[in-house]
């Protein structure tokens, strides 16, 4: 094996590990899921990460929960003899 030889087989495989890198890195976005299962549980109105207008929509959504919880539904009940 001739020195030019070692060379261009070096940087052939430089290359395509670089090729290999990158589309790693383009496909590792796809690849990554985050499932946050407890999001439910926490209340998020007093997130320090969250905006101004998402707390008052977590704050919003939270009435409403609350609210339909908490107050009766209008209940008709029909009898026919």
Request: without cysteine; hydrophobic residues 35%; aromatic residues 10%.
């Amino acid at each position: 094996m001739t020195i030019a030889h070692s060379v261009v087989s070096w940087t052939d495989r430089a290359w395509l590990h670089k090729q290999r890198l990158l589309r790693f890195d383009r496909e590792f976005a796809q690849r990554t899921v985050v499932l946050d299962d407890q999001a439910d549980y926490f209340n998020h109105q007093t997130s320090t990460w969250l905006s101004e207008e998402e707390k008052a929509e977590a704050t919003e959504l939270e009435s409403k929960r609350h609210d339909d919880l908490h107050t009766r539904k209008k209940q008709q009940l029909k009898l026919a003899f």
